[in-house]
């Protein structure tokens, strides 16, 4: 018999410290776009499935149950039953039920009568055709084709199970959910604070106190307060690549792991005039220098992909070799520049015309810095940017306005899936797609949501992705890898590989002090 070392035995109790980046609009994860609500909320509530939260690469195999404690679908594939767990409360005692989950996916799907303010991911779920319940204990999802992928997006830590006596209204600022921590208070620009749930259904879980968020919106000055000991934590993905050697040199007792984000920086542009003209996007894809982009933010470590997160860490992106057979892809960036500086010739642009644009940005370093850099080369192309910054709260919103003309953004997968990226992004149906449509390519998009057969829908899958780069749809410069930094006291965190948004539940985190 082997016994276990009782130095590594968990230990109960203490708060956790964690630096916060910037202030999110609510305390809603199902109306909130960014980490920056999804990181401190995911342990207040549970999903019906979650992906194992020690597992560092999300995939169908690695999702367990939460509050469904078993799953069977019918034999087309249309029909997905949960059966769940019983004696589980909300965190103000009421019992938690089936109707829960109906409550949730009609608010997702559009079909409840009160309305989320912003419904981020409502694309996900435009093939849910309704939700229904058998007693308090069972609730089955009726699609209206296959979507094998369905499974994988409950799993995602923006599937949160909402009470129904709960309005979305009071969500915002007052989450209730039945996870291991329990919402204290959210106070902008200072701080968020969640607690111990002491009638969590899971035995013995969580392991600390509570943990608390000190939001800096100054990166420097965070990372420093880190490094003084005032902090266990950084905020997740935080610490750029230059940035994590400094942590290393002045606090070497820190564990920092670099990880790929399956997060892409995107070039946005809206096709008003005069980008309506696809020789103009065209030409301004072309200008892009990715290797440049690499080598300044991440010291060479980022990644160049298409829509999907490149392998090996990525399940669904299109190898290297093909990826360098697509237009603005290849290392010749000096043949592509003179071609796009002959389309903007026949647009009329010149060194002696050239075009005046605002370029707009999320006001956080991930954002800013790269759209410094498109600001410089979009030059070699007589495009003048200005730089533009947006507040968090405001940034999303704006962009599913259409009010940017140029846009570096981010979109991050939150779960490696097709299914999140290209509904999200791409769909004709989607409030989240910022550049336009095409009906060709949302026929692809359900055809492979519903091929069941991973490598026939991986094809269809790169042949959407070849398609978006022809038609220079939402650019995609790098994939980012960036340093999550913890104090050696802080034990059993686990980082995921190909997706930032699923691995925050922080029931198995505790401290060795």
Request: negative net charge.
């Amino acid at each position: 018999m082997v016994l276990a070392d009782p130095a590594l035995a968990q230990k109960q109790g203490g708060i956790l410290r964690v630096f916060h980046r910037d202030s999110p609009a609510s305390m809603s994860i199902l109306e909130e776009g960014s980490i920056s609500a999804i990181m401190p909320m995911m342990g207040v509530f549970n999903n019906l499935v979650l992906f194992d939260q020690h597992v560092p690469q999300n995939r169908v195999q690695s999702i367990v149950p939460d509050l469904a404690m078993s799953w069977t679908s019918n034999e087309e594939g249309t029909e997905l039953t949960f059966t769940l767990r019983e004696g589980v409360k909300w965190h103000d005692g009421r019992p938690f039920t089936a109707a829960d989950v109906k409550c949730t996916y009609d608010l997702l799907s559009g079909k409840a009568k009160e309305k989320l303010r912003l419904n981020y991911r409502e694309a996900w779920f435009l093939n849910l055709d309704e939700t229904t319940t058998n007693g308090d204990n069972e609730v089955t999802f009726h699609l209206k084709r296959p979507q094998p992928a369905l499974i994988a997006l409950l799993a995602s830590g923006y599937s949160p199970i909402y009470p129904c006596h709960v309005s979305a209204r009071d969500m915002r600022t007052h989450p209730v959910g039945t996870g291991p921590f329990k919402f204290v208070e959210y106070k902008p620009n200072q701080s968020i604070k969640v607690v111990r749930n002491p009638d969590y259904w899971k035995p013995g879980r969580p392991y600390l106190d509570g943990i608390e968020y000190t939001i800096i919106a100054n990166r420097s000055t965070a990372i420093l307060a880190f490094v003084a000991g005032k902090f266990d934590m950084t905020f997740p993905y935080e610490v750029s690549v230059p940035l994590v050697k400094q942590v290393q040199s002045q606090a070497p007792q820190a564990i920092c792991e670099v990880k790929p984000m399956n997060g892409r920086a995107n070039l946005l542009v809206n096709p008003a005039p005069p980008f309506d003209n696809p020789v103009l996007r065209r030409a301004m894809q072309l200008s892009l220098d990715r290797k440049s982009f690499i080598d300044i933010l991440g010291e060479g470590r980022y990644d160049v992909g298409a829509v999907l997160q490149p392998p090996p860490e990525g399940i669904w992106g299109m190898p290297q070799e093909m990826l360098e057979q697509l237009t603005g892809y290849g290392p010749d960036v000096k043949k592509n520049r003179e071609e796009a500086r002959s389309m903007m010739r026949s647009l009329g642009y010149g060194p002696d015309n050239r075009l005046q644009v605002k370029v707009s940005a999320r006001n956080i370093a991930w954002y800013r810095d790269p759209a410094a850099i498109l600001i410089d080369q979009l030059k070699e192309i007589w495009i003048d940017g200005e730089l533009d910054t947006i507040e968090t709260a405001n940034w999303v919103p704006k962009l599913m306005r259409k009010d940017f003309t140029v846009a570096l953004s981010l979109s991050g997968s939150a779960v490696d899936d097709p299914d999140t990226q290209l509904y999200e992004n791409y769909s004709c149906r989607s409030s989240r797609n910022y550049t336009g449509c095409n009906p060709e390519v949302d026929a692809l998009i359900d055809r492979q949501s519903a091929e069941s057969d991973p490598a026939k829908r991986k094809e269809l899958v790169w042949q959407i992705e070849r398609k978006l780069i022809e038609d220079a749809v939402r650019p995609i410069i790098f994939f980012m890898r960036q340093g999550t930094c913890w104090q050696p006291e802080v034990k059993g965190l686990t980082l995921m590989e190909n997706s930032i948004f699923n691995s925050w539940r922080m029931e198995d985190v505790w401290l060795d002090r």
